[in-house]
Structure formats: structure tokens, C-alpha cells
């Protein structure tokens, strides 16, 4: 190719895919307007880069807490899924869940030590270094925090499922530190404990110790984030997120359950909240066209979304563009890995009909995405139910979108 | 677990992997002092989070142009490798390679548009939206410079290896839309052009094309950097980095191969020099120990690095802690994606004897990294051929390290 313009200047516009339509509209109301371009020195344009100034997606609050208090309410924060390619989360925009406000510890690595103690031979503290002398694993996996649970009042999807996110985490599995220092008989449960105020401990079995709990450092190449636990947490993979305890400083082996700050909401009277949830079932959402995003007229366009199962690898995505009346199988784009997101697709075709937008997914148990309306009666509740009991119980349900006939697209849960 | 102190105060240390060994110390020079802590509002806090402040890890310059001029000047900078964990690289920590300095086309995505034209039946103009109407795909795969070649004064494995990254692309397969346009008979290859001033073209055959290359708008995630083409590149599977093309405009389908501004070093008449290699061997590189980085002492550590080929997925990586008269196979730490980076690693005791450190990759044609001897017999030239020929030829040969008794680490490379 020399450096002349190009000789031909009448471009076609093909009659198939793209045929006579304007550009997609922005894809959200969720960003920030556009800032003025930074002015960066040549020296910070070699040590780092940055994103442009034309993509400005952001993280926001959960709905109900607008204004968290830097000193003491819950900081909840949303990932723009809206915005998502792929399966992995960019750590900046990796979801949020603390319990003491948006101050996270300030840890110095060199200072920071590990102490695994309880029921063992050998209680061990380990320092960030010598941590690193212990084979490492690097896998990709979702975590989700409970509270991830869509309403009908939410508007995107970054308000009905924003809490969840998906990265490469590198660490050292668990087994081989509870092998160093020796579990003793009778031994059942771990406890993991976090450096931060509230100490953010959860309980979980030692099975699921020794099975792929990861002891991590790393995320998505590098080091973990100060809100994602720097310099470690734990990654507990398919399990809620509160297992997944962040600046992890001590673990102890135990013979039972052992109750914590994080069980609020966990251990209940009630059976019609869940008890005891450990585990994500599976679950999927589609993130285009979802609610608050524009079509500009009929035609084809790729409907899009995220799938994913605490119970390994998701297996089938299918698609409902009908309400729920028939469905087909969308396709798993990219590398499928257990207990993380997996990008699925579909060509459509849309005619400018109302209709209503749906995925369900089915992992590698044959579990299955449930709807609303199936969830409710089985625990003999109002469908409104995740609406009316708060954070209570995991919600897996099918997410519908309603397309309008001006393209507009709305949250269709009743 | 109860919020009160461990019962238990005294924690020992094992005999076994951590015997007695103080912190390994920093494992690069490479990096940045620390800064002080940057303030943030909570609306930051809440928007899009940062790295700790304790890590500092950057992008500095290949050694030789160490003060690139921003007007001029060609722009290569390289990722830390020694400080890389996993397989995916950091979008901010990308290696960069262009021809016109530091500055990068400020391209309004909105305005954007990638022509297909040449010997096709309908050549077409695509906005960014309507490329995303298309199937996409999200694929794991390195990217390296064709400069990413070691030699004897390079101390770091940023120095020697920082020419290669790897990320998650997303974007549509280049056969789609060539099948869009409809190439024509007789049509054999395809030329590509970037924005930026010296258009950054490159030639592929039209087999290459219509087979794994993507026209990718997503990196980890999210958008492309600025620095990786933002909004559109090419990506060329296993090829040098010079054909996966930055902000891409302009897909030419034509009958024969094209020169290009970026086929200096590519043709050259001279045999001992490679030309028109496209597609890179199998490679690999320890990570740690590597050039720099210090051990304290004798005693367990993890040698690991990365390792990658152009000819598909990596089938085995072996170590040698003696100078190559040996040699172990390491484990492959993660999922293996085809033409991308995979980690290895390998449990290794130091007993503080100097000793010499490699690896070698082989790929899933059977392809086996070279040493330096070889390719020097192969070519008929001096084992300093890398040194003495500049950036003439891919280097995928063995990197040595040297680790002496006091625990230092060199470039063994005579």
C-alpha cells in the first residue's frame, strides 16, 4: 500500500448486517461526560499507560446507598458490566464490597505476614516473600458478592448485577500451606480473617480448603488491588464473595462452624431466607441490549452477555427473545473456564416488534437457571421476593430486558 | 473466629520450605520510588480504583534510545516481566512499539471508521458500532516487537524480554468481514494501514487473514489503550508484532505482497539476515531468578517465567539449573491458550553453588527453542549475531542466567 488516498471514494454499504443504519447510541447512562484530555509527560507516557479520555466508564454505588460514608457504612460499589468485553474485569473497575466504609488498609507487603494456627502441628506466619517460594497457580475465576440481586426499581444492569466480576488470580493454593503446617484429626473448618476493622472472617469447610481455595497475590498480572485485599486474600472459587476474605492475615483450623461479623444474613429461623448459602448456582445476564441502552431502528445486531456457576464450568447459554416462549442456544465465545465468566452471543434480528430479552444458563451438573416466578413458589413466596427480603439468599434468577418499539430497553421484572 | 488476639503467640517456622530464610529482596531495580499516598475523593475511590502505592513496578525505554524524542523518534518501551505474575499483562504495563514517537492519533471512536476495499465485490466503510453488530470473539494471545531480541549488556529480563505482552482481545474475526465484502478471485493478500502518521501498514496472506486474525476493540476487558490502537487494531495471531496494526482504517485486499514503510529489516538481500519472517518460534524466558534480582540465601525458591510460540500452544517448558547439560520439565501453571503466554514454574533448592539457569520451549508442532550456538551455526555467523545485526531476524533463542554464590543474578549471554 503506498501513501496515496485511496482511489476508490465511494464506499457501499453492504444490504445484509449492517444495511442503512445509524450508529448504536451510547451504550449506558452510567458514564462520567468526558473529561479534558490529561496533559501526561513523556515520562508517564513510558512507565504507564492510560485509558482515553473518550472511554469513561465508571464504577457506581449500589442504589440504596448513594453517598456512602467514608467512616463507616458499607461501601458497595458496581462494576459496568454494560461496558464489559470479554470475560475478564479491568481491576480498576472490579466491583466493590467492604464493611467498614471506603477506607481500605494501607499495608506495607514487607510487614504484611500470613499466620495459618488452630488445629495443626506447626502454626506457621509467612511473609509476602516467602509465600512467593511456594508454587504458585494462576486461574481465572467470577467472585460474587450475595448481595448481587436484581429489583424491579433497578434501571441497568449495572444496578441488577454490578457485584459481580472476573479476573486471573495468582496465588498459592491453600492445600499446600494447610499441608506445611500439618492439619490435625478432627479438624473441619477453616476460619480466614481479614487486617481491616471489622476483620471481614468467614467459615468455610476444610474440604473446600484442600480442595482449589487460593491463598492470592496476584491479579490480572500484577498485584492484587488495595480494594480487592492487597497484598492477599483469599479466592474461594464459586463461592459467595464474603468468603473470599480480603487482606487476609490469619487462618484457623477448626472442628466447627464458627459464627462471625459476616454472618448477618447468613444463619436465619426463617426457612424461607436461605441459610447457609455457600455456593453460586448458575446464572447469566445479558448485557446487550440491557436496560437503559438505546437501538437506533430494527436490524441485526449481537445480543451479549455474561454466564457463570459456582458449580464449575458453564456448559449451555440459551437465548429467549420471545418472553420466555422458545429458546436457542447462544454461542460461548472464548475459553471456557469452571467457576468463571463466560462471554456468550447471539445474532438477532430485530424487527421493531416489544418483545422481552432473556438467557438461562445450565452448567456442567445440569443445574439450570431458574426463573423468578419458579424460585418464589418454590419457597412460597411473593415474586417481588428478593425485592421485599433485601440481601437474604442468593439470587440466581433469569434477568428479562424489554425491548419497546422506539428501541428503548427497560428492566421487565414485574 | 471471636474478634479477640490468637491464644496462640509463638508461631514457628517450618524445617521444611522456609527454613530460616529471610525475605527475598527486591526483585528488580526497575522500579519507580515509592510516592507519597495520592489523595483521593470518595467519588474517585468509588469510580475507578488505583494500584497500592507500595507498588511501583513501570515501562521504562529499550536501552539504546533511553530519551525518545516525542516528535520523532521511534517509541519502545518495555514491559516489567520480572515483576509479572500470571499471563496476562496489565493494559497500563503493555510493551509499546511505534515509529513516530509518543504521541498517538487522539481518535474520537465516534468518528472512526475501518474501509475494506481492494479486490473485493462491495467495499465497505464500518463504524465502530456497526462493527460490534458483527459475532465477536475474545481470544488469549501474545503480541512481540520483532525487536525483542537479547544480548550480552541487556542486565534485566525487562531489557532482554520486555518486547512481549499478552492480553485478552476482543473483536471480530477479519474472515467475517472480509466474507462481507466478498473478496474477489485472484486475490491473494491483505494490506493493512493505521492512522497514525507513517501508517503503519503491513502485508499478511489472505490464508493468515481468513483464519485466526481479529479486528480487535477490546483488551482485558475493556476499550483498547490508546498506546494498543484505541479504537481498533489488528491482531495477527503468533505473527511479529509489526503486523498486528494500530488504529487500524484501512483493510486493502490485493494480489500480491505489498512493501511497506514497516518492511525495513524485513527484505533485505543479505541471507544471514531473516526475511519475511512472520511468525515468531517457540520461545521462553525465566522470570525469576533473572538479571538483577538478588537471592538472599541458599535454600527452596520458585523459578518461573513465561513461555509462548507463534506455532500454536505450548506443549512443554524444561528447566536447567546446570548450564543446559540437564534438564527438567516445569509445570505449566494455568490454562494453555494457543499463541499466548503460559506460566511456568518449577520447586528448585539453591545450595548456593553458582550455577546457570535456562529454559526451553517446545511448541505443539515440535518445534524446540535454539540456543544461541545453534542459530549463530545455522546462519554461519558469530554467537554475538543478535548484538552485532540490531533488530534484523527474531530472536527466540535461550536466555541464560547466571546466579553467582552471593546470590546475584547476570545475563550469561557471553
Redesign the interface.
Known amino acids: 500500500?503506498d501513501?496515496k488516498k485511496?482511489s476508490?471514494r465511494?464506499?457501499?454499504?453492504?444490504g445484509?448486517?449492517?444495511a442503512g443504519?445509524a450508529?448504536?447510541q451510547s451504550a449506558s447512562g452510567q458514564t462520567?461526560a468526558p473529561e479534558a484530555?490529561p496533559q501526561k509527560s513523556?515520562k508517564d507516557?513510558?512507565?504507564?499507560?492510560?485509558?482515553?479520555?473518550?472511554?469513561t466508564?465508571?464504577?457506581?454505588?449500589v442504589v440504596e446507598r448513594p453517598s456512602?460514608d467514608?467512616f463507616g457504612l458499607t461501601f458497595h460499589?458496581l462494576s459496568p458490566l454494560q461496558?464489559?468485553?470479554?470475560?475478564?474485569?479491568?481491576?480498576?473497575?472490579?466491583f466493590?464490597g467492604t464493611h467498614r466504609g471506603?477506607i481500605v488498609p494501607?499495608?506495607?507487603?514487607?510487614e504484611h505476614r500470613l499466620?495459618i494456627?488452630g488445629m495443626v502441628d506447626?502454626?506457621?506466619?509467612?511473609?509476602?516473600?516467602?509465600l512467593?517460594?511456594?508454587?504458585?497457580?494462576?486461574?481465572?475465576h467470577f467472585i460474587e458478592c450475595l448481595g448481587n440481586h436484581s429489583k424491579a426499581e433497578y434501571k441497568t444492569v449495572q444496578e441488577t448485577h454490578g457485584l459481580t466480576s472476573c479476573s486471573?488470580?495468582?496465588g498459592v493454593p491453600l492445600s499446600l500451606l494447610l499441608k506445611?503446617?500439618g492439619v490435625q484429626k478432627g479438624a473441619a473448618w477453616v476460619?480466614s480473617?481479614g487486617s481491616e476493622e471489622v476483620?471481614g472472617?468467614g467459615?468455610i469447610r476444610l474440604a473446600k480448603a484442600m480442595d482449589d481455595v487460593l491463598v492470592a497475590?496476584?491479579q490480572?498480572?500484577?498485584?492484587l488491588?488495595?480494594?480487592?485485599g492487597?497484598?492477599l486474600r483469599l479466592v474461594v472459587p464459586g463461592f459467595e464473595g464474603i468468603y473470599n476474605t480480603k487482606w487476609l492475615r490469619?487462618i484457623?483450623v477448626?472442628d466447627r462452624y464458627?459464627m462471625?461479623y459476616n454472618d448477618y444474613g447468613h444463619i436465619s429461623n426463617d426457612p424461607k431466607v436461605a441459610a447457609l448459602t455457600f455456593r453460586w448456582g448458575p446464572k447469566s445476564v445479558i448485557t446487550f441490549p440491557s436496560g437503559g441502552q438505546q437501538l437506533p431502528g430494527p436490524?441485526?445486531?449481537?445480543i451479549?452477555g455474561l454466564a457463570w456457576s459456582g458449580g464449575g464450568a458453564v456448559r449451555r447459554v440459551e437465548v429467549s427473545t420471545d418472553g420466555g416462549q422458545t429458546w436457542k442456544d447462544a454461542?460461548l465465545?472464548?475459553?471456557i473456564?469452571p467457576m468463571a465468566h463466560i462471554?456468550f452471543?447471539m445474532?438477532w434480528k430485530w424487527e421493531g416488534q416489544e418483545c422481552v430479552l432473556q438467557s438461562r444458563c445450565t452448567d456442567e451438573l445440569g443445574d439450570v437457571q431458574p426463573t423468578r416466578a419458579q424460585v418464589a413458589k418454590f419457597f412460597n413466596v411473593a415474586p417481588d421476593y428478593y425485592h421485599t427480603h433485601g440481601v437474604q439468599g442468593s439470587d440466581n434468577t433469569i434477568q428479562p430486558w424489554r425491548v419497546a418499539g422506539d428501541g428503548s430497553v427497560h428492566n421487565a421484572i414485574a
Open positions: 500500500m501513501s485511496p476508490r465511494k464506499f457501499l454499504k453492504s445484509a448486517a449492517v443504519l450508529a448504536v462520567a484530555r513523556l507516557l513510558i512507565a504507564y499507560g492510560e485509558r482515553s479520555h473518550f472511554v466508564s465508571i464504577r457506581v454505588p456512602p467514608a460499589v461496558d464489559s468485553v470479554g470475560i475478564i474485569t479491568p481491576s480498576s473497575l472490579h466493590v471506603s494501607d499495608i506495607d507487603p514487607k499466620m494456627h506447626r502454626p506457621l506466619e509467612f511473609s509476602m516473600e516467602e512467593k517460594r511456594f508454587p504458585s497457580v494462576s486461574r481465572v486471573e488470580w495468582t506445611e503446617v476460619v480473617e476483620k472472617a467459615s497475590y496476584g490480572n498480572g500484577e498485584a488491588r488495595p480494594q480487592q492487597f497484598p490469619r484457623k477448626v464458627y462471625t436490524g441485526f445486531y449481537q451479549t454461542e465465545r472464548g475459553a473456564h462471554r452471543g445474532n
